[in-house]
């Protein structure tokens, strides 16, 4: 798992590639500034992706939109929201995912 790896107790590993191909976001891929939006990139990767080889995964997080089946568990929505350029925080998606 990704999460919180973007930012590791206040180091800058903002021009660092950090992280699982898999799972990294498009401004991780490209060497850009981080913040938490790329945990939430990771957690949608999480939900939507199984597995791949590197090279298609990295070349269709960057180049093309996600194309997905309805998952088990988390709303499709959620999902996709996770995955796009503009995607939430975490605090929303949790909200969202802990309501009874």
Same mark, same amino acid.
């Given at each position: 798992?990704?999460? &919180? ?8 590993? %903002?021009?660092?590639? !950090?992280?699982?191909? *898999?799972?990294? +976001? ?5 060497? &850009? ?8 990139? %990771?957690?949608?990767? !999480?939900?939507?992706? *199984?597995?791949? +080889? ?47």
């Amino acid at each position: 798992m990704d999460f &919180g790896i973007a930012r590791l107790g206040g180091v800058d590993l %903002s021009s660092a590639s !950090v992280g699982s191909p *898999a799972s990294m +976001s498009p401004e991780q891929v490209r060497g &850009g500034s981080v913040g938490s939006a790329p945990d939430v990139f %990771s957690w949608g990767c !999480v939900v939507a992706f *199984a597995a791949g +080889s590197i090279p298609a995964i990295l070349f269709h997080i960057v180049h093309e939109p996600p194309r997905l089946p309805p998952p088990p568990g988390p709303p499709l929505d959620l999902v996709l929201a996770a995955l796009s350029a503009d995607r939430p925080t975490a605090q929303p998606l949790l909200d969202h995912l802990s309501v009874p």
